[in-house]
């Protein structure tokens, strides 16, 4: 039984792709089955994807880049793992709709708030492209404002990592695990969940973010029927 009625799911970009990198087909049919499971149980659901299966942003060579035109660039990465989404769900029999804060008419609907929410409303997935439509402006920021706009219950962020940790357990194995926190903990202790934009827009609106691994098959809908999995911040 969901414990949501509308959600809106951040999505890894490099939990899509072949070692955080590209396109993987199988990882883009598994999470599409996902969404599709989420929206037979009557959840309406919107998805933002990071596109850091595609573009990483000013680092290495790239550095010498400005900074609007680096994070111009993942706004596409965004737009083209939606697109990928968007194909997959279709071959899968769904409705889905690529909506864009970037006017791109060709490739995507403009993003609206009110056609966005009839949308969620017959039943569509929702895939929102392009972030906010600004540089300087991360898909975690966008996930926030957008939850915020369509009035959504939770927002759920599907990572490679099963949950927010005290340090990173990748590199300290005694690592602690966080089963519940608030948004105040998040902020002081700085433990990158989101960037500070992001969590404080959480915190002044009072929103869930419930965070989990991908990985393990059937965890967004867990989540979305309030099991006790990954971390709950609220």
Not at 19 to 41: P, Q, R, S, V, Y
Not at 167 to 176: H, I, M, Q
Not at 188 to 199: F, G, Q, R, S
């Amino acid at each position: 039984m969901p414990k949501y009625n509308r959600v809106i799911l951040k999505l890894s970009g490099e939990a899509l792709g072949v070692d955080g990198h590209g396109f993987c087909h199988e990882k883009f049919e598994e999470a599409a089955k996902m969404l599709i499971d989420i929206k037979n149980t009557g959840v309406q659901l919107a998805v933002v994807i990071g596109g850091g299966n595609v573009w990483r942003g000013r680092r290495g060579a790239a550095m010498r880049m400005g900074t609007v035109a680096a994070d111009q660039m993942g706004m596409l990465g965004t737009l083209q793992n939606c697109l990928y989404m968007r194909d997959t769900l279709d071959h899968l029999g769904a409705k889905a709709v690529v909506m864009s804060a970037v006017d791109i008419a060709r490739f995507a609907e403009p993003y609206n708030t009110v056609k966005a929410l009839e949308m969620l409303k017959e039943g569509t997935i929702l895939l929102l492209a392009c972030g906010i439509g600004n540089p300087c402006f991360s898909t975690d920021t966008c996930v926030v404002l957008r939850g915020i706009e369509l009035e959504c219950d939770a927002i759920l962020m599907a990572k490679n990592i099963d949950g927010v940790y005290d340090s990173d357990p990748a590199k300290n194995p005694d690592a602690k695990k966080f089963d519940e926190m608030t948004h105040m903990d998040v902020i002081e202790k700085d433990l990158k969940v989101m960037d500070l934009t992001a969590a404080t827009l959480c915190k002044d609106n009072n929103i869930k973010i419930h965070v989990f691994a991908l990985a393990e098959g059937g965890n967004i809908k867990r989540a979305v029927c309030g099991e006790k999995i990954g971390t709950l911040i609220s």
